[in-house]
């Protein structure tokens, strides 16, 4: 097991920045999740820690090891990619073991090993069988295994979940939970699903355009979001986002207006006609009687009128998408899942405003609150 380190690692392709200024250190033993949209960088990030993409410039240490010149087969770390990358011909005990025959690890040590990983992964019942004859969430805890059974001193995982069905990828995930709990092997896992992000990771990167937006544990990141970008990337549903125009101490939204809370006033200093834009998550928003369904004390409120667009029952929960008359933008509402509403119905939504994000429309930063608070 082994830290990882980057520091200022830059990645070009031609006259393309895949990546720049990617700066940071992950301590041995932790689980690290880089997300992001499509095309943000973070394969390439990972693909270069493995060898198998070469840093344009910066340094990159494995233990305290700079291994930019390293090979990839020298740097001891196993990645797991998203297609799994079994040998057909070969069954899964074979496919396990095939890493450890590579390095001519003693055939007692490898047999030994393979067990061991098997009965971890509840793979035993599995080893005579060949890839073809496993689901797709056999499969790729066969690909774990493989990584596994390696003892690297890095686990890097390329979207692993991606290619299976919603009940298997959450089953899954929660296996690479406890799997990672049990070897405690450093491990950098790469996906666009901010829920894997959420669930799994002791930190997450966020990345953007090539480059690091935030670092941070979940809770953090959600409930501070550096900006317009992580605010409305991590949650799900993710953040509403209301442009709005500051005009005499409120803000006009689709000509409604919300008065501005005085914790926002005193910190934020706008001029007249200043666009902005607001974000409130929906757990934050309450219909008609916000008593009924608020559940942290009381909090300065603003009222919205909106139109019901689409009514999605969740179970426990209803989520409500609901639009500004006249308008483009739209607010998504959750609610009891005893609620009742219909498509056009007419809301008046209210707003607990403690809870209100102010980002600049432009750069996307965010205004308030700010860093200190």
């Known amino acids: 097991m082994a830290k990882v380190r980057l520091e200022d690692i830059k990645r070009r392709f031609n006259n393309v920045t895949a990546i720049e200024d990617i700066t940071f250190e992950i301590p041995d033993g932790e689980f690290w999740v880089l997300v992001g949209p499509s095309g943000c960088g973070k394969s390439t990030i990972l693909r270069t820690i493995a060898g198998l993409e070469t840093a344009t410039s910066g340094k990159l240490f494995i233990g305290e090891q700079l291994v930019n010149n390293v090979p990839a087969r020298q740097r001891d770390v196993a990645m797991v990619f998203q297609n799994y990358a079994l040998y057909p011909h070969m069954t899964v005990a074979q496919n ?129 979001p550096a900006n317009e970008m992580v605010a409305t990337f991590l949650g799900s549903p993710p953040m509403n986002i209301l442009p709005a125009i500051y005009k005499n101490n409120a803000f006009d939204v689709n000509g409604q207006l919300l008065a501005i809370p005085a914790n926002v006033a005193k910190s934020v200093h706008l001029p007249q006609g200043q666009n902005v834009d607001l974000g409130i998550r929906p757990e934050n928003i309450y219909i008609n009687e916000p008593h009924r369904y608020r559940e942290h004390g009381e909090g300065e409120l603003g009222e919205l009128v909106v139109d019901v667009k689409v009514v999605e029952p969740l179970g426990r929960e209803t989520l409500i998408r609901t639009g500004l008359p006249g308008s483009s933008v739209l607010v998504n509402v959750q609610v009891g899942g005893d609620v009742r509403l219909r498509l056009g119905d007419r809301l008046s939504l209210q707003l607990d405003l403690n809870h209100l994000f102010v980002f600049d429309s432009v750069t996307g930063d965010r205004l308030y609150p700010q860093a200190n608070n």
């Open 96 to 224: 396990i073991a095939f890493g450890l025959q590579m390095r001519k690890v003693d055939q007692r040590i490898i047999q030994e090993r393979v067990v061991n990983v098997a009965r971890s992964l509840s793979l035993e019942h599995l080893l005579d069988r060949k890839p073809k004859q496993l689901s797709g969430g056999q499969q790729q805890r066969v690909a774990l295994g493989r990584a596994i059974a390696r003892e690297p001193q890095v686990f890097l995982l390329d979207e692993p979940l991606s290619n299976l069905d919603a009940q298997l990828r959450d089953d899954t995930r929660a296996e690479l939970k406890q799997l990672h709990h049990q070897l405690g092997i450093t491990t950098i896992y790469v996906t666009h699903d901010q829920v894997e992000a959420m669930t799994l990771a002791d930190k997450i990167v966020v990345l953007n355009r090539g480059r690091i937006q935030q670092i941070g544990d979940p809770q953090t990141i959600y409930a501070h």
